[in-house]
T-cell receptor, first 118, second 114 residues
Framework: NAGVTQTPKFRVLKTGQSMTLLCAQD?????MYWYRQDPGMGLRLIHY???????AKGEVPDGYNVSRLKKQNFLLGLESAAPSQTSVYFC?????????????????FGAGTRLSVL | GEDVEQSLFLSVREGDSSVINCTYT??????LYWYKQEPGAGLQLLTY?????DMKQDQRLTVLLNKKDKHLSLRIADTQTGDSAIYFC??????????????FGKGTKLSVKP
């Protein structure tokens, strides 16, 4: 049982290049998330998805696009990479839940993608 | 909006107890979470507590919740070098369509000295 798998693990881009980060989960989870982690900033939500075919913006969506064509996959795209997008990117998934604060939202994380934009 | 605050660093000696503190913003009923991130890895859920509880104990881990002060703490008894990691506190958002998504604190880096 692999859980949440992210590819690639490392990548170096030049400014202006594009790339897609892939996240795959094998737990049949409805919800998926993309975060970025920067020193001193903690984890910030980029985009998330509440089910196949749906996506929504998080706290820091600018410069990123996402797609959830299949339930098990959540793709994060950088159309024109900038040095400010140098970060560690984490994907997470969680089971179905009703919206609101009174239900558990246990998220399962991948190992991360370390991206440098020169 | 919501904000989760934690101190950034904590250093303890092996065998001592560690206490990691967190303050959160929304006092409505909810689950609150502690995640652990080991070097070079993703976050793993460590434990959680529902806000109608004051305390939850799980082996070496004790979570204390003070709802009045909106203060959450994680105590690790008999801290080992393997406990060296970054610990994140998280609470769910409470507005709009994002309701239920988690807000993470900046993380407390625990260093355990032998």
């Amino acid at each position: 049982n692999a859980g949440v798998t992210q590819t690639p693990k490392f990548r170096v881009l030049k400014t202006g290049q594009s790339m897609t980060l892939l996240c795959a989960q094998d737990m049949n989870h409805e919800y998926m998330y993309w975060y970025r982690q920067d020193p001193g900033m903690g984890l910030r939500l980029i985009h998330y998805s509440v089910g196949e075919g749906t996506t929504a913006k998080g706290e820091v969506p600018d410069g990123y696009n996402v797609s959830r064509l299949k339930k098990q996959n959540f793709l994060l795209g950088l159309e024109s990479a900038a040095p400010s997008q140098t970060s560690v990117y984490f994907c997470a998934s969680s089971p179905t839940r009703t919206s609101g604060r009174r239900t558990k939202n246990i998220q399962y994380f991948g190992a991360g993608t370390r991206l440098s934009v020169l | 909006g919501e904000d989760v605050e934690q101190s950034l660093f904590l250093s303890v000696r092996e065998g001592d107890s560690s206490v990691i503190n967190c303050t959160y913003t929304d006092s409505s009923s909810t689950y609150l979470y502690w995640y652990k991130q080991e070097p070079g890895a993703g976050l793993q859920l460590l434990t959680y507590i529902f806000s109608n509880m004051d305390m939850k104990q799980d082996q070496r881990l004790t979570v204390l919740l003070n709802k009045k002060d909106k203060h959450l703490s994680l105590r690790i008894a008999d801290t080992q070098t393997g406990d060296s990691a970054i610990y994140f506190c998280a609470e769910p958002m409470n507005y709009g369509g994002s309701q239920g998504n988690l807000i993470f604190g900046k993380g407390t880096k625990l260093s355990v000295k032998p």
